[in-house]
T-cell receptor, first 107, second 113 residues
Framework: RKEVEQDPGPFNVPEGATVAFNCTYSNSASQSFFWYRQDCRKEPKLLMSVYSSGNEDGRFTAQLNRASQYISLLIRDSKLSDSATYLCVVNDYKLSFGAGTTVTVRA | EAQVTQNPRYLITVTGKKLTVTCSQNMNHEYMSWYRQDPGLGLRQIYYSMNVEVTDKGDVPEGYKVSRKEKRNFPLILESPSPNQTSLYFC????????????FGPGTRLLVL
C-alpha cells in the first residue's frame, strides 16, 4: 500500500463551482500534513498546512480526519487560475508525497 | 530574492556518461534534499542532508550520489546514468527537517538515451 494515496482525477469543473478531494495516508503516527500546488510540472509550492481542527485560507479549506486517516481539500468559487495538480504531503519524520490530484477549471 | 536554483534545467545525455546536477540555496537552510518525479508515482526522495557533511539515503538512492561540503550547495551526481533515471528532478531546502515548509528549485528534466 502506498504511504499517501490520492485520486488522480482529473476533476473538471466550471468556474464558480466547488470541488473537493481527499488524500489517504497509511501511517497513523504521521505528525503533520500539507497541501502543495504544482503547475504544469513546475516546482511544487506550499498551498497550506492542515491543522487538526481544520483551517481555511480564503477559498481553500483543509480538513484532517485522524480516525479515518485522510485529509481533504475543498476549493470554493473555483477560478481558472486554480487549475493545477494538488499534492498531498504527509510528514512522519520524512515527507511523503501523493501523486497528485489534477483540477481543471473551465470557463 | 530567496530561492533554490538548479542547473542545468534540461539535459539529454547517453547511458554511462557521468553527470552532475547542481543545487544551491541562499536561505541558510540546514536541510536539503533531492526528489525525482515520475508520472503516477509522485515525488520520491533520493537523498537528503540534515546539515553540512551529513547526508542519508531516501527512498530511491540507487544510482545516485550526493555531497554536502557547504551549507548552500547540494549537488546530485549520476556516476553512470541509465535510461530508468530519465525523470524530472527537484532539489528542495528547508530550515530543518520536519514540519518546515519545503522550498523547491525549478526542476531539472533529464533524458538518458
Amino acid at each position: 500500500r502506498k504511504e499517501v494515496e490520492q485520486d488522480p482525477g482529473p476533476f473538471n469543473v466550471p468556474e464558480g463551482a466547488t470541488v473537493a478531494f481527499n488524500c489517504t495516508y497509511s501511517n497513523s503516527a504521521s505528525q503533520s500534513f500539507f497541501w502543495y500546488r504544482q503547475d504544469c510540472r513546475k516546482e511544487p509550492k506550499l498551498l497550506m498546512s492542515v491543522y487538526s481542527s481544520g483551517n481555511e485560507d480564503g477559498r481553500f479549506t483543509a480538513q484532517l480526519n485522524r480516525a479515518s486517516q485522510y485529509i481533504s481539500l475543498l476549493i470554493r468559487d473555483s477560478k481558472l487560475s486554480d487549475s493545477a495538480t494538488y499534492l498531498c504531503v504527509v510528514n512522519d519524520y520524512k515527507l511523503s508525497f501523493g501523486a497528485g490530484t489534477t483540477v481543471t477549471v473551465r470557463a | 530574492e530567496a530561492q533554490v536554483t538548479q542547473n542545468p534545467r534540461y539535459l539529454i545525455t547517453v547511458t554511462g556518461k557521468k553527470l552532475t546536477v547542481t543545487c544551491s540555496q541562499n536561505m541558510n537552510h540546514e536541510y536539503m534534499s533531492w526528489y525525482r518525479q515520475d508520472p503516477g508515482l509522485g515525488l520520491r526522495q533520493i537523498y537528503y542532508s540534515m546539515n553540512v557533511e551529513v547526508t542519508d539515503k531516501g527512498d530511491v538512492p540507487e544510482g545516485y550520489k550526493v555531497s554536502r561540503k557547504e551549507k548552500r550547495n547540494f549537488p546530485l551526481i549520476l556516476e553512470s546514468p541509465s535510461p530508468n533515471q530519465t525523470s524530472l528532478y527537484f532539489c528542495a531546502s528547508s530550515l530543518s527537517a520536519g514540519i518546515e515548509t519545503q522550498y523547491f528549485g525549478p526542476g531539472t528534466r533529464l533524458l538518458v538515451l
